[in-house]
């Protein structure tokens, strides 16, 4: 293990005396070596790209994967020095804007595009307070300087408790930023016509810390430089009831599909997000909404939250018959 971290420092060491356009060149050469290495995800990322973008030819997929490898890669690379990368920053709208520029806080949803920790860096930029979460590989011993030489308060998704310190940090009025596009089970969604299930982490956050709800993404334009936009998704927080948080994730993963739509070789198309235990049962049975499950009068508090280890894979229960203290 120490080999391996002294092996580690040394790489990273001898790549950031590259020019950053040596390492945008070496991240485009190794992408596609890599997933030809790996023929599952090559498979994943293929499949995917037919379930949600049935019109592209195979050849145009390809082109995608190819794409995609790369901006996977150079987004890897390019979490190493953070303190580097040169950021456009741009608002959707401009409540946007004002609720970045007022200090109060806020949770923001953010998705696997490009470098992954460049929204949670422009925020930090933006406000001086952000704090976001990580799961930092065992081996990548003090892996949270990568965050702290740029500011950025990052925290273990493998703590306990985790999701109340983020909740203190929001009503404190820190800016948190949470990957949103992952597979979960907190609440069943439509992705691109498909059955799947989300996390609500930055949902709950945002009803629970009574703070606006932001989306965050960002796209690389080129050597060490990307784009990150924000936009307003809920200027008042969405209520606790379930139905009002299934409503609240089904507008956010509408908008998604339509920046990825925009962007589709930025995005990393290879994680496993759809699963055959979410799609409808072989008797027709479909998978049911917040308001089928009897969602309607639920009120989720902090007694309900589950799982507080990783806000990436929180599960909250609640019933009709159960309400917050």
């Keep these: 293990m120490a080999l391996k971290r002294a092996g580690l ?12 356009h040596w390492r945008q060149g070496l991240a485009h ?13 090559r498979h994943r990322l293929d499949q995917n790209l037919a379930h949600a973008l049935p019109g592209l030819l195979p050849s145009a997929r390809s082109t995608i994967a190819r794409e995609v490898s790369q901006h996977i890669c150079q987004g890897v690379l390019d979490s190493f020095w953070l303190e580097q990368l040169a950021l456009d920053i741009e608002f959707g709208d401009e409540q946007a804007r004002t609720i970045l520029q007022s200090g109060g806080g806020a949770s923001v949803a953010t998705l696997h595009m490009g470098c992954y ?48 310190r983020l909740l203190d940090a929001a009503r404190a009025g820190r800016y948190i930023a949470l990957h949103a596009d992952h597979h979960g089970q907190d609440l069943p969604v439509r992705f691109f016509g498909r059955n799947t299930r989300a996390p609500t982490g930055a949902l709950l956050l945002s009803a629970l810390a ?26 008042q927080p969405p209520g606790r009831q379930g139905a009002a948080l299934a409503g609240a994730l089904q507008r956010l993963y509408q908008r998604l599909e339509q ?28 998978a049911r909404s917040g308001a089928q499950l009897g969602m309607e009068e639920t009120v989720v508090g902090l007694d309900q939250v589950q799982g507080q280890a990783a806000a990436g894979a929180m599960v909250f229960q609640a019933t009709p018959d159960q309400r917050a203290a």
């Design 210 to 235: 009574r703070k606006p709800l932001l989306l965050g993404y960002a796209w690389q334009e080129g050597a060490g430089r990307y784009r990150v936009r924000f936009e307003t998704l809920e200027a």
């Design 117 to 164: 920790e460049v929204v949670a860096l422009a925020l930090q930029r933006l406000t001086g307070r952000c704090s976001t979460l990580a799961k930092i590989p065992p081996w990548l011993r003090r892996g949270e300087m990568l965050y702290g030489r740029v500011g950025i308060d990052c925290l273990d998704k493998r703590q306990p408790g985790v999701f109340f």
């Design 9 to 20: 420092r040394l790489l990273i060491g001898a790549l950031r005396r590259l020019p950053m």
């Design 259 to 286: 920046v990825i739509r925009a962007h589709p070789s930025h995005w990393d198309w290879s994680y496993r997000r759809w699963r055959p235990e979410d799609q409808p049962r072989p008797d027709g049975l479909r």
């Design 29 to 41: 050469g190794l992408g596609p070596l890599l997933l030809q290495l790996a023929p599952r995800t």
